[in-house]
């Protein structure tokens, strides 16, 4: 069972930045999308960056012009930079493969955690 490994996460001040790493353990085929995600307490997750693999990106307007999601294909490997962070970031993030056919795969979750 193919799992996502995320990594990256932690605890910044305001104003500072943090990269998150989110790598298969095994190859997957037949990717629709790679996406992160968001979930703050007591909140719904959110959708927070996507990448389609036809070439499509998109942002929550939340993040807009301060994240950006890139992916390394030899390193096999999705990023999310984040710049900018404001207490408001704060949340576990979650790395997620948008399948073709069957399940997603979700990543563990990584918490970020963004001081005033």
């Known amino acids: 069972q193919v799992q996502l490994v995320e990594s990256g996460g932690g605890l910044v001040q305001a104003g500072g930045s943090l990269r998150l790493s989110c790598a298969p353990s095994?190859?997957?085929?037949?990717?629709?999308?790679m996406n992160w995600y968001r979930q703050a307490p007591g909140k719904q997750r959110e959708l927070v960056a996507g990448?389609?693999?036809?070439?499509?990106?998109r942002y929550a307007d939340s993040v807009k012009g301060r994240f950006t999601i890139s992916r390394d294909n030899a390193k096999n490997t999705l990023y999310l930079q984040m710049n900018s962070l404001k207490p408001e970031d704060t949340a576990v993030y979650y790395c997620?493969?948008?399948?073709?056919?069957?399940?997603?795969?979700w990543g563990q979750g990584t918490q970020v955690t963004v001081s005033s």
């Open positions: 095994g190859w997957i085929i037949n990717i629709n999308a």
């Open positions: 990448m389609a693999i036809g070439g499509g990106i």
């Open positions: 997620n493969i948008d399948m073709r056919h069957g399940a997603d795969y």
